[in-house]
């Protein structure tokens, strides 16, 4: 069974990059065809999908992220990374990173989820 763990700052000042890695275990993220996506959920707000990372390498962007997001991987590592840059304080949330067997799931939030790991934006 797939198990995620995020792991990055907790505190990230704005206009700094927010910088967050998954780390997958039970599995490989080059395994066809597997999605690895971020999602996040700001206080009081539903969530939110943010990108996908294949199991080709390509990458998928929400549009309204897409000028600010990043996603890449280390298969060497078999760990997948989320960078969001010039960040505010409406950018403070839970993040979470999860795998789905397609691409439609991974925008609908379905599939397995790590336990999510709360960032801040403050100075």
């Known amino acids: 069974q797939v198990q995620l763990q995020e792991s990055g700052p907790g505190l990230v000042k704005p206009s700094q990059t927010l910088s967050l890695t998954c780390t997958v275990s039970?599995?490989?993220?080059?395994?066809?065809?597997?999605?690895w996506s971020w999602i996040r959920q700001p206080p009081g707000k539903g969530l939110e999908w943010m990108g996908t990372i294949a199991y080709s390498g390509n990458t998928y962007y929400s549009p309204s992220l897409k000028s600010r997001t990043s996603i890449s991987r280390d298969t060497s590592k078999n760990q997948f990374t989320l960078q969001l840059s010039s960040v505010t304080p409406e950018d403070t949330a839970v993040y979470y990173c999860?795998?789905?067997?397609?691409?439609?799931?991974?925008?609908?939030?379905?599939?397995?989820w790590g336990q999510g790991t709360q960032v801040t934006v403050s100075s």
């Open positions: 039970g599995g490989s993220i080059t395994t066809n065809y597997y999605y």
């Open positions: 999860g795998r789905a067997d397609n691409l439609k799931e991974s925008r609908g939030l379905k599939g397995s």
